[in-house]
């Protein structure tokens, strides 16, 4: 099922992504796949995911009120009960087969082009930005060790000489799964933390900016545009996604310097950037790697600097039912510190990081690309979602 990409009710169709210079190419039968994928998840998420909440106010909370048992109070409790409510086994099961779904399709896609692909991001003559790689670079194991979001083979594997394999497919994936929400490139996260800077520190204005896990540039590339006159750097401990992101930027006239290192230490000097940042990448880590990213965006930071993550919300606020939504990815998308962190006092790993208490920035902000559907979707779950906000953690030096 195609959607049209000018309703504001539904998907936004394949054919709008945006187009560069290394994205494998869909054909009719390919994007038509892609487009049933997207129409499927905003489906199940938006007409099947109510009825979890139908089922725990009509079946599992009169259970407990029977027995005169004070009903479930974390999502912990919650998810024993619900997990034997057919209503929930049947939205879980459709949102996981849809998202491999999602990563089988594009395997396919990437799978027959690969040579090509390989030749378009071989970056020849002179090129605006750079590309460095650490062949020596030990990939922490909360990284090797998790396909995060079911993507076979995670972000690292390499299954021929300067790969791309995983960057290629995670590229479109993003707007597949967003259902192109997220804005043609996939910028929304790196739009919203310009649009936020814009508003609230109109007189900030970068020289040096550093986004930590680039993965493919989607977040990137937007600060080139807002901040002309920085230098922008990207890091990645993948090597097919740096190398991927590298020929992305080059192919669409920006320059950035590209670099495979591991955000928890990196290899430039005390005192190098203005602004250091994160897009969705925080919950990719771990409870020991984050406080070590932390630390290290203080001792990246010049004075009048700042450090920016962009993630989705925190449980601050939330009841145990969202909670216990909000969790599914923790236990059921290869997303194992998921939980842990939106349960975290993230000011409190700032201080420790170094960073004063009252320079901690801790907010909801809305989203600035497409949102205007993003609100249109029904219940209360959607991934990037909710009123279309975003958490934004960081702190000033």
Known sequence: MTQSSNT????????????????????????????????????????VFPGNKIAYETRVLPRFAKTNKPPPRTRHE??????????????????????????????ELVARQI??????????????????????????????????????????????????TPAAIYDPGVYVLTKGFMGPYCEAAGATAINYLGREFPGFRP???LDMGCSVG???????????????HAIDASAPMVRYAHARAESMGRTVHFSQQNAEFTDFPDKSFDLVLSHIVLHETSRTA????????????????MMLHLEQRQHYGMDAFEQFYYDWDTLNNNEPFWGTLHDMNLADVAVAAGFERGKVIETLQPNVVAAD?????????????????????????
């Open 115 to 164: 040579p090509e692909l390989l030749k378009k991001s071989k970056v020849h003559g002179k090129t605006k930005g750079s590309l460095k790689l650490d062949p020596s670079l030990a990939i922490p194991r909360y990284l090797s060790k998790v396909d995060f979001h079911c993507q076979p083979g995670g972000y690292f594997s390499e299954r021929t000489k300067d790969d791309i």
């Open 8 to 47: 504001a009710t539904a998907p936004r169709g394949f054919r709008n992504i945006g187009q560069h210079g290394i994205m494998a190419q869909a054909n009719h039968d390919e994007a038509a796949r892609e487009d049933f994928i997207a129409a499927m998840y905003y489906h199940v998420q938006s007409e």
């Open 373 to 397: 559907m993003l609100d249109t979707l029904i219940g209360e779950g959607q991934d990037f979602k909710r009123t279309a906000l975003w958490f934004v953690f960081g702190a000033r030096v």
């Open 290 to 305: 984050l406080a070590n990213i932390v630390k290290e965006c203080k001792r990246l930071l010049r004075p009048g600097g």
């Open 218 to 232: 989607h977040s990137t590339l937007p600060y080139c545009d807002a901040f002309p006159e920085a230098e922008v």
């Open 78 to 107: 919650i998810r024993r009960e619900m997990e034997r409510e057919p209503a929930f086994q049947w939205w879980s099961s459709l949102r996981r087969t849809t998202q491999e779904m999602k990563q089988a399709t594009g395997e």
């Open 207 to 209: 020289r040096k900016i």
